[in-house]
């Protein structure tokens, strides 16, 4: 799992900026983190919104770079 942050003033390498932060349901502009952490399933509780597709495919490219899984052709 990713952590979404409203800090939008510090990006970090692996960070992506939600361009369509509305449109996933945030209140505000947020950015979500290249730090992933893993979670319980039991420590969901509900669903707050969804990441839009342009933003996920640019999250999932950044995700692989910071984690060496860039796709080579």
């Known amino acids: ?3 979404v ?3 939008v ?3 970090l ?3 992506h900026l939600l361009i369509d932060w509305k449109g ?3 209140l505000f502009p947020s950015v ?3 730090i992933l952490r ?3 399933g039991t420590m969901i509780h509900r669903k707050l919104g969804s990441v839009p597709k342009q933003d996920m495919m640019t999250i999932e490219m950044s995700l692989r ?3 060496g899984l860039e796709r080579r052709t």
């Open 1 to 3: 799992m990713a952590a």
């Open 38 to 40: 893993t979670v319980k």
């Open 65 to 67: 770079k910071v984690l």
């Open 24 to 26: 996933a349901g945030l």
């Open 9 to 11: 003033k510090r990006i």
């Open 13 to 15: 390498f692996g960070d």
């Open 5 to 7: 942050t409203s800090n």
């Open 32 to 34: 979500v983190t290249g």
